[in-house]
Each structure stands twice: as structure tokens, then as C-alpha cells.
């Protein structure tokens, strides 16, 4: 079963305007961790933001913000002032109370001047 | 430091051919990790090392060994790979048993079996 979905395989977004990235997880553990990444054509996976399953407020990081909506197993990024540079492929990625970290599919998101 | 290097960056082998993935990570990390990423698709684990022990192999085909000689270098040696295995390989690095320990990546090996 897939425990993590990413459910839009690619977003447009114009520059300067924010752009939200959907996640949904699977989990029936009440430890663990979210993630987001960020993979440029170059290959290299890019540590953006994290969530822990316990933590009170959504987690920000610059311009990346985290829409964490726990009962409804939802960890969207929200990526505010989009630019440029921001165009990638970006994933979503749990860690359970295991030394797995697993992704979602997903989404290329191509900013447009 | 927050890097963790692979090398090389590029690699073509025949599939008779025997080669060696190598990545080096000086953060401290206790936790080391292969992935195999196809084109337009996802990382897929495929070991993971913890305190330098196997932890994790998920069914990946014998033709792939990994070792983990100390605690900052993780190699995947190669052998009698199939194009099929062409992809860009991706090791990773972090604390071990945390759920919040985000994982530090290397640019990757782009690999083509011939």
C-alpha cells in the first residue's frame, strides 16, 4: 500500500506567486517524521523542510512553510514568493520509527516568468 | 560540513564488468543508505547500515554488494549488472532512530550498464 501520495504530477506556478504541494501519508504509528525535498535536474536531493508528528506548529523554513493537517494525514508545502530557481522536482518523504525513509511519487513544479 | 560526497559521478560498465559506488560523509551520521532512482521516478531504498550493520536490505538482487568499512564511507560494489540497472544511485546520511533526522544526500552516481 503506498504510504505516501503525491497526487499532482506537476504545478505551474508564476513567479513571485505561492504555490501549495500536496501530500498525504499512511501511518499507523504515532511517532514520526515528514520531509520535503527538493531534486533540480542535476540529481542531487535537497533537504527543505521537516515535521515531527508531534510538533504543535507547522514548521517554516524561509520561504518553505509546512500545512500540517494531522488528522487528516496531510503535510502540504506551501512555498511562498515563488522564483526561478525554484523550478524542480520536489518530494514528500516519511520516516516511521525505523531507519526507512520513503518518498511519494512527486511533482514537478515549473515556475514561469 | 553538511556533505556527503559520491564518487564517481558518472559511470558506464559493461555487464561482465565489476565496479565500486563509494561515498564518504564526515557529519557523524551513524545511519548510511543506497537508493536507486529511475528516471521520473522516486528514490527506492535499497540498504541501509546503522552503526555500521546492516539494517535494512530490501530484496535487492546479489549482483549488488554493499559495505560499510567505518562510519563515514559506504560503498556498493557492482557486478554482472544488467541495463536494466542503469539509474542514478543516491547514498545518503543520518542519525540513526530518530524520526526527526533528516537525511543528507550526495549528487548521485549516474550509472549506465551497456
Known amino acids: 500500500a503506498q504510504k505516501i501520495t503525491q497526487t499532482q504530477p506537476g504545478m505551474f506556478v508564476q513567479e513571485k506567486e505561492a504555490v501549495t504541494l500536496d501530500c498525504t501519508y499512511d501511518?499507523?504509528?504515532?511517532?514520526?517524521?515528514l520531509f520535503w525535498y527538493k531534486q533540480p535536474s542535476s540529481g542531487e536531493m535537497i533537504f527543505l523542510i521537516y515535521?515531527?508528528?508531534?510538533?504543535?506548529q507547522n514548521a517554516t523554513e524561509g520561504r518553505y512553510s509546512l500545512n500540517f493537517q494531522k488528522a487528516r494525514k496531510s503535510a502540504n508545502l506551501v512555498i511562498s514568493a515563488s522564483q526561478l530557481g525554484d523550478s524542480a522536482m520536489y518530494f514528500c518523504?516519511?520516516?516511521?520509527?525505523?531507519?526507512?525513509?520513503?518518498f511519494g511519487t512527486g511533482t514537478r513544479l515549473q515556475v514561469f516568468p | 560540513d553538511t556533505e556527503v560526497t559520491q564518487t564517481p559521478k558518472h559511470l558506464v560498465m559493461g555487464m561482465t564488468n565489476k565496479k565500486s559506488l563509494k561515498c564518504e560523509q564526515h557529519?557523524?551520521?551513524?545511519?548510511m543508505y543506497w537508493y536507486k532512482q529511475k528516471a521520473k521516478k522516486p528514490p527506492e531504498l535499497m540498504f541501509v547500515?546503522?552503526?555500521?550493520?546492516?539494517?535494512i536490505n530490501e530484496s535487492v538482487p546479489s549482483r549488488f554488494s554493499p559495505e560499510c568499512p567505518n562510519s563515514s564511507l559506504l560503498n556498493l560494489h557492482l557486478h554482472a549488472l544488467q541495463p536494466e540497472d542503469s539509474a542514478l544511485y543516491l547514498c545518503?546520511?543520518?542519525?540513526?532512530?530518530?524520526?526527526?533526522?533528516?537525511?543528507?544526500f550526495g549528487q548521485g552516481t549516474r550509472l549506465t550498464v551497456v
Open positions: 545518503a546520511s543520518s542519525q540513526p532512530d530518530r524520526d526527526w533526522a533528516e537525511a543528507f
Open positions: 501511518t499507523s504509528d504515532p511517532s514520526y517524521g
Open positions: 515535521q515531527g508528528s508531534y510538533d504543535q
Open positions: 518523504a516519511m520516516r516511521e520509527d525505523t531507519d526507512k525513509l520513503i
Open positions: 557529519m557523524g551520521h551513524r545511519a
Open positions: 547500515y546503522s552503526y555500521e550493520k546492516l539494517s
